[in-house]
């Protein structure tokens, strides 16, 4: 089964600033998708970006981005200009492409909770 | 829209007791699913579903019972709650049959404590 690990359990960023989130993975297959979920205090998971494998180019949505890096097997998420309504637990999320058995199963890490100083 | 809706959102049970938390999504979503989130442990896999009738296991699947008679609904029970069932539960669903492109879509949760 794939891994996925988050290695920072908690980080803060002061209002303003720019923080990245890392996560890394454990795969054999080519082709999957990754994806950063953030759940605030209100309890509810919220889709934040996706990354397709197969593309070099870095996703961005708004103030987050991503640094995908295939062969090293990391996915970070950058999220810049902080604001406090992004204080939240992130979790990072990989879906393979070729397990339609398991319904390309999702594998989640253990998230990182972001504290936003202002 | 109403997405994935997930009944109750908090519940505390005593020990042995049983009860089922209700799952519902309007999306024709192939793929449903049952997580339970605790501090540290991240999201771990109870049980899912690839479409009506057809259910598996995941991860932590000892003390839970699912079933998918239709395509909207995915209930999970509890057969006769401990302790260590005290967590967050999550139903999510998502397109599978088109690949892997699709997110997963998450309910708002249920809080549930077993005394």
């Known amino acids: 089964a794939q891994t996925v690990t988050q290695s920072q359990p908690e980080m803060s960023v002061q209002e303003a600033e720019t923080v990245t989130l890392s996560c890394t993975y454990d795969t054999s297959e080519s082709d999957y998708y990754l994806f950063w979920y953030k759940q605030p205090p209100s309890r509810q998971m919220i889709l934040v970006i996706r990354?397709?494998?197969?593309?070099?180019q870095n996703a961005t949505e708004n103030r987050f981005s991503v640094n995908f890096q295939k062969a090293a097997k990391s996915f970070s998420l950058k999220i810049s200009d902080s604001q406090l309504g992004d204080a939240a637990m992130y979790f990072c999320?990989?879906?393979?492409?070729?397990?339609?058995?398991?319904?390309?199963?999702?594998?989640f890490g253990t998230g990182t909770s972001l504290t936003v100083i202002p | 829209n109403a997405g994935v809706t997930q009944t109750p959102k908090f519940q505390v049970l005593k020990t042995g007791q049983s009860m089922t938390l209700q799952c519902a999504q309007d999306?024709?979503?192939?793929?449903m699913s049952w997580y339970r989130q605790d501090p540290g442990m991240g999201l771990r896999l109870i049980h899912y579903s690839v479409g009506a009738g057809i259910t598996d296991q995941g991860e932590v699947p000892n003390g839970y019972n699912v079933s998918r008679s239709t395509t909207e609904d995915f209930p999970l029970r509890l057969l006769s709650a401990a302790p260590s069932q005290t967590s967050v539960y999550f139903c999510a669903s998502s397109y599978s049959k088109a690949g892997a492109r699709s997110p997963l879509h998450f309910g708002n949760g249920t809080r549930l404590t077993v005394t």
């Open positions: 999306m024709n979503h192939e793929y």
């Open positions: 990354q397709e494998a197969y593309k070099q």
């Open positions: 999320a990989y879906r393979s492409e070729l397990r339609p058995d398991t319904g390309n199963q999702f594998y």
